[in-house]
């Protein structure tokens, strides 16, 4: 009579089938919300970098350009020349997202000439605040956005 049956190899071989199958399950499993948690915290860095542009492009070139002098003060919410947490406050008029205040922004104002045209180069750059999980998370360290706002002809 013939035992039927699996020998200790065939078990042992067949664990470790089974062992590298369910490993590759979990790193594909890390390697997604690696990504996922990337490009959110990316896109939300790039939302904070924007939201400044767009609201001193509507100023126009006039206003920044006293700003950048020293005329007159920048709006509380956008401070130029320095980087400023971006905090979370529910009373606030202004509403960002709670992981917003992981980040920090930096808004600066430069004179631009060519020939005769006159324009305002904004930058913004949102960078993670020191030791908080965006630091993590996001691949890179600091996202940067710039336009350039002309003066109007005459």
Not at 22 to 33: D, G, H, V
């Given at each position: 009579?013939?035992?039927?049956?699996?020998?200790?190899?065939?078990?042992?071989?067949?664990?470790?089938?089974?062992?590298v199958a369910i490993l590759s399950m979990f790193w594909m499993n890390r390697a997604s919300n690696q990504g996922s948690m990337d490009a959110y915290y990316e896109f939300l860095a790039?939302?904070?970098?924007?939201?400044?542009?767009?609201?001193?492009?509507?100023?126009?070139?006039?206003?920044?350009?006293?700003?950048?002098?020293?005329?007159?003060?920048?709006?509380?919410?956008?401070?130029?020349?320095?980087?400023?947490?971006?905090?979370?406050?529910?009373m606030s008029d202004m509403q960002y997202p709670a992981e917003a205040r992981l980040f920090q922004r930096l808004i600066?104002?430069?004179?631009?000439?060519?020939?005769?045209?006159?324009?305002?180069?904004?930058?913004?750059?949102?960078?993670?605040?020191?030791?908080?999980r965006v630091e993590v998370w996001m691949s890179r360290k600091a996202v940067s956005l710039e336009s350039l706002v002309m003066e109007r002809p005459k």
């Amino acid at each position: 009579m013939k035992k039927r049956g699996f020998s200790l190899l065939e078990i042992i071989i067949a664990m470790a089938f089974l062992s590298v199958a369910i490993l590759s399950m979990f790193w594909m499993n890390r390697a997604s919300n690696q990504g996922s948690m990337d490009a959110y915290y990316e896109f939300l860095a790039f939302s904070l970098a924007r939201e400044p542009i767009e609201v001193f492009r509507g100023f126009g070139y006039d206003y920044l350009k006293m700003i950048a002098d020293g005329n007159i003060s920048p709006p509380a919410w956008y401070p130029v020349g320095v980087m400023k947490d971006i905090e979370f406050d529910l009373m606030s008029d202004m509403q960002y997202p709670a992981e917003a205040r992981l980040f920090q922004r930096l808004i600066e104002l430069t004179p631009v000439t060519a020939g005769k045209l006159k324009g305002m180069l904004i930058k913004v750059t949102v960078a993670a605040k020191g030791q908080s999980r965006v630091e993590v998370w996001m691949s890179r360290k600091a996202v940067s956005l710039e336009s350039l706002v002309m003066e109007r002809p005459k």
